[in-house]
């Protein structure tokens, strides 16, 4: 991992820290506007931090496996090994998923969507398609928590969607 990538990780846990501390003080707790917007970034910081806590882990492994392949003993090099290509593997999976973590957000990435499904050319198969993939969206919005406001739905015969906007 770049150097400059950890030092950008250790600062977001140091401010992890701080707004921990912070929201703890009854000042803060006080001032509603400031407990909020503490809490937001507290909710948007934690999961980098604990990711970074397990990559700093698998780093760990990885350096106490390599200094037991200096040892005499054959079966403890074998296993030194096969934790070396283990803990890569994971610190490899770790750092791309910081990496993505930390891209910058998009303002329009807390807003709102307008869906609206239509069945295309295909009779009552397109129909059917254009209803299951309704129920799809809607029980992904239920399972993510979001709110869906049904605008506008036209049923098909054969238990399908001519059309939906939500």
């Known amino acids: 991992m770049h150097n400059s990538m950890l030092i950008k990780l250790q600062k977001l846990k140091e401010r992890l820290g701080e707004i921990q501390d912070a929201l703890v003080d009854s000042d803060t707790v006080k001032n509603i506007e400031k407990?909020?917007?503490?809490?937001?970034?507290?909710?948007?910081?934690?999961?980098?931090?604990e990711i970074f806590d397990q990559y700093n882990e698998t780093v760990a492994r990885y350096e106490g496996a390599t200094s037991l392949l200096e040892s005499d003993d054959d079966e403890m090099k074998e296993l030194a090994q096969i934790e070396i290509e283990e803990s890569q593997q994971e610190s490899e999976g770790f750092e791309r998923d910081l990496k993505f973590m930390l891209l910058p957000?998009?303002?329009?990435?807390?807003?709102?969507?307008?869906?609206?499904?239509?069945?295309?050319?295909?009779?009552?198969?397109?129909?059917?398609?254009a209803g299951d993939l309704f129920r799809m969206y809607t029980r992904?919005?239920?399972?993510?928590?979001?709110?869906?406001?049904?605008?506008?739905?036209?049923?098909?015969?054969?238990?399908?969607?001519?059309?939906?906007?939500c």
């Open 105 to 129: 957000k998009d303002s329009a990435d807390d807003g709102s969507a307008y869906l609206e499904i239509r069945a295309g050319a295909g009779g009552d198969e397109a129909g059917i398609f």
């Open 35 to 49: 407990y909020t917007q503490l809490n937001k970034e507290f909710s948007e910081l934690k999961p980098i931090v």
């Open 140 to 165: 992904l919005a239920e399972r993510e928590g979001w709110n869906i406001d049904v605008i506008d739905i036209k049923q098909a015969e054969q238990g399908g969607l001519k059309r939906s906007c």
